[in-house]
């Protein structure tokens, strides 16, 4: 490393072809013409609207899902949740916002994020592979009633698709939370909501989603839970 007024770097390892090129690409390149990117953030906005009413028009399937989600955690069974990268953080709000609340003060329901055991998930990924690192916490974790939901932008992860087929060994209910469809996971699941958007979109489209089954699944628990007296966490053996 010289510095003389700038800054070079050298590297004494050999080149292997790949090295990183001196311009971005084109689509990566700023507009010279527009000094803070105002265009680049407006455009990004903009394209929310199509993932937002790509939503609305599976409104009814995002409200099953929440009434449906509720009945069966209010009989002792689980939610399993997963996905990879930012699709793991959407399934790790859902898992939180079950274990603790949404908006208003209720009971602790049984959720878990397969991808948030990490020790689970280095050693699992580790001795049998990536591709099975939710599978085998399915059949570990899963019963029979439980649901499974997958979230991927893309649709496409072999991980999930495997864990499809072991939810599907166990009896449990798989839905899928994608971005445009069709595509492998949803197709394999029971149920999907298929976000038509980019990929960012879609993925901001899923936390929006995860709030609305939330919403359903709060009012049909204070609608039950209004009915008489209900025994919470009961898990079946």
Known sequence: MNIKGSLTVTSSAPSTGDSVPDTLPARWAPDPTDSNHTAEVTKHLDNVLPALD?????????????????????????????GNGGSAAEAQHLTAEL?????????PFSAISLHAESSAVT????????????????RAHGRTGDVLLLLSTSGRSPNL????????ERGITTWALTGSGPNPLADSCDQAVTVEAISANAQEGHLIAIHAV?????????????????????RQP
């Open 54 to 82: 790509s939503l609305r028009s599976q409104s009814g399937r995002l409200a099953e899902w929440g009434t449906e989600l509720a009945k069966r955690l209010l009989a002792g069974q689980r939610l399993l949740a997963a």
């Open 99 to 107: 274990v603790g609340r949404f908006d208003e003060e209720r009971a």
């Open 214 to 234: 939330c919403r359903a699944f709060d009012a049909e628990v204070a609608k039950r839970a209004g009915s008489g007296p209900h025994t919470y966490g009961a």
């Open 161 to 168: 698709l495997k864990a499809v087929r072991a939810a599907k």
């Open 123 to 138: 050693a699992l990924s580790n001795d049998y592979g990536y591709e099975e690192v939710f599978a085998r916490q399915v």
